[in-house]
C-alpha cells in the first residue's frame, strides 16, 4: 500500500495566486515527520518546510506552509503569492521513527507557474 | 560546505557491466541512503545505513550492493547492469531521528544502460 500519496500528477496556478499540493500519508507510527522538497528542472532536491506529528501548529517558512491535519492523515503544502520561478517537482515525504527512520517519498507533482 | 558529494555525474554502461557510484558526506550523519528516481514514481529507497557496518535494504534493492565501512562513505554497486537500471540516482544522509531533522541530498547521477 502506498505509504504517501499525491494525487495531483500536474498542476497549473497564476503568477501570484495561492496553490495548494495535496499530500495523504499512511501510518501507525505516533512518531514522524512529514516533509515537503522541490526538484527544479536542473535536479536538485531542495528542502522546503517540516511538520512533526506532535506539533500543534502548521508549519510555515517564508512563502510555504503546512496544511497539517493529523486526524485526515493529511499535509497538504500552500504556496502563497506564486512566482514563475515556483515551477517544479514538489515532492511530499514521511519519516516514520520505528521503521527504520527511512524517508519515504510520494510520486510527485508538477506544478507550473503561468504568466 | 561539500555535504553530499556523488560521482560520477553522467554514467553511460553496457548490459553486464559493473561499476560503482561513489557518495561521500562531510556532516557526521549517521543515516545514509541511496533511492532511484523514474518518471512518475518518485523516489524509491534502493539500501540504507544507520551507522558504518551496518546496511540494509529499501524497497528496491535487486541488482545492488552497499557497504558502509566509514561514517563518510556509503558506494552503491552495480554488479551486472541491466537497461532496467537506467534510472537517476541519489545519495542522501541524515542524523538519526530528531524532531525535524531533514535529510540531504546529494546532485544526482543519471546512469543509461545500453
Known amino acids: 500500500a502506498q505509504k504517501i500519496t499525491q494525487t495531483q500528477p500536474g498542476m497549473f496556478v497564476q503568477e501570484k495566486e495561492a496553490v495548494t499540493l495535496d499530500c495523504t500519508y499512511d501510518t501507525s507510527d505516533p512518531s514522524y515527520g512529514l516533509f515537503w522538497y522541490k526538484q527544479p528542472s536542473s535536479g536538485e532536491m531542495i528542502f522546503l518546510i517540516y511538520q512533526g506529528s506532535y506539533d500543534q501548529q502548521n508549519a510555515t517558512e517564508g512563502r510555504y506552509s503546512l496544511n497539517f491535519q493529523k486526524a485526515r492523515k493529511s499535509a497538504n503544502l500552500v504556496i502563497s503569492a506564486s512566482q514563475l520561478g515556483d515551477s517544479a517537482m514538489y515532492f511530499c515525504?514521511?519519516?516514520?521513527?520505528?521503521?527504520?527512520?527511512?524517508?519515504?517519498f510520494g510520486p510527485g507533482t508538477r506544478l507550473s507557474v503561468l504568466p | 560546505n561539500a555535504g553530499v558529494t556523488q560521482t560520477p555525474k553522467f554514467q553511460v554502461l553496457k548490459t553486464g557491466q559493473s561499476m560503482t557510484l561513489q557518495c561521500a558526506q562531510d556532516?557526521?550523519?549517521?543515516?545514509m541512503s541511496w533511492y532511484r528516481q523514474d518518471p512518475g514514481m518518485g523516489l524509491r529507497l534502493i539500501h540504507y545505513?544507520?551507522?558504518?557496518?551496518?546496511?540494509d535494504q529499501g524497497e528496491v534493492p535487486n541488482g545492488y550492493n552497499v557497504s558502509r565501512s566509514t561514517t563518510e562513505d556509503f558506494p552503491l554497486r552495480l554488479l551486472s547492469a541491466a537497461p532496467s537500471q537506467t534510472s537517476v540516482y541519489f545519495c542522501a544522509s541524515s542524523y538519526q531521528w530528531r524532531s525535524g531533522n531533514t535529510i540531504y541530498f546529494g546532485e544526482g547521477s543519471w546512469l543509461t544502460v545500453v
Open positions: 556532516m557526521n550523519h549517521e543515516y
Open positions: 545505513s544507520v551507522g558504518a557496518g551496518i546496511t
Open positions: 515525504a514521511m519519516r516514520e521513527v520505528e521503521r527504520g527512520q527511512n524517508f519515504v
